[in-house]
T-cell receptor, first 109, second 112 residues
Framework: RKEVEQDPGPFNVPEGATVAFNCTYS??????FFWYRQDCRKEPKLLMS???SGNEDGRFTAQLNRASQYISLLIRDSKLSDSATYLC??????????FGKGTRLHILP | GAGVSQSPSNKVTEKGKDVELRCDPI?????LYWYRQSLGQGLEFLIY????????KSGLPSDRFSAERTGGSVSTLTIQRTQQEDSAVYLC??????????FGPGTRLTVL
């Protein structure tokens, strides 16, 4: 099992819809989780940290499921500007930070 | 405050030449990371510094790649005898210990 796995997509979603994607991780001792977004030809930017209790920031909600070892990102009322690649990040073995390969999201007008 | 900066933003070099890429992390950040990303691909971890030491060099692709960090701040990534397969965007990120990473804009390296 890969350390961090994401569905590469692309997810093609109409504007205004709700979309969710998951990221699975293999190290049950992982403590820190993050979602980043990366626009084409740009550097990754932190979207949100993922806390054990889950957290919400506007239209974005992140959840952690330790039992099944995955984190999720939910985007409500999607906008055209949400089109990007979403990277899952896990703090893994020996404090090693591991990036997923990303999930591509296309919001369709 | 200033974010992570990298220089040069673009570098075109001939095969076989050496190149040096620079990263200035956010002031006070203890950890510094180097990644590279080829077009349409995910991030490839290269090396990580905590202070001036590199606990994890596992991602360096070959002995042509080396990196150093001085004064707990600026880092340079050196690629010797560049090859065409070294062409990529080289990204630097910094963080306060193992917290959220903040990325620089990257250096786009093209080896002809």
């Amino acid at each position: 099992r890969k350390e961090v796995e994401q569905d590469p997509g692309p997810f093609n979603v109409p504007e205004g819809a709700t979309v969710a994607f998951n990221c699975t991780y293999s190290n049950s001792a992982s403590q820190s989780f993050f979602w980043y977004r990366q626009d084409c030809r740009k550097e990754p930017k932190l979207l949100m940290s993922v806390y054990s209790s889950g957290n919400e920031d506007g239209r974005f909600t992140a959840q952690l499921n330790r039992a099944s070892q995955y984190i999720s990102l939910l985007i409500r009322d999607s906008k055209l500007s949400d089109s990007a690649t979403y990277l899952c990040v896990v703090l893994g073995w020996s404090d090693k930070i591991i990036f997923g390969k990303g999930t591509r999201l296309h919001i369709l007008p | 405050g200033a974010g992570v900066s990298q220089s040069p933003s673009n570098k075109v070099t001939e095969k076989g030449k050496d190149v040096e890429l620079r990263c200035d992390p956010i002031s006070g950040h203890t950890a510094l990371y180097w990644y590279r990303q080829s077009l349409g691909q995910g991030l490839e971890f290269l090396i990580y510094f905590q202070g001036n030491s590199a606990p994890d060099k596992s991602g360096l692709p070959s002995d042509r790649f080396s990196a150093e960090r001085t004064g707990g701040s600026v880092s340079t990534l050196t690629i010797q005898r560049t090859q065409q397969e070294d062409s990529a965007v080289y990204l630097c990120a910094s963080s306060f210990f193992q917290h959220e990473q903040f990325f620089g804009p990257g250096t786009r390296l093209t080896v002809l």
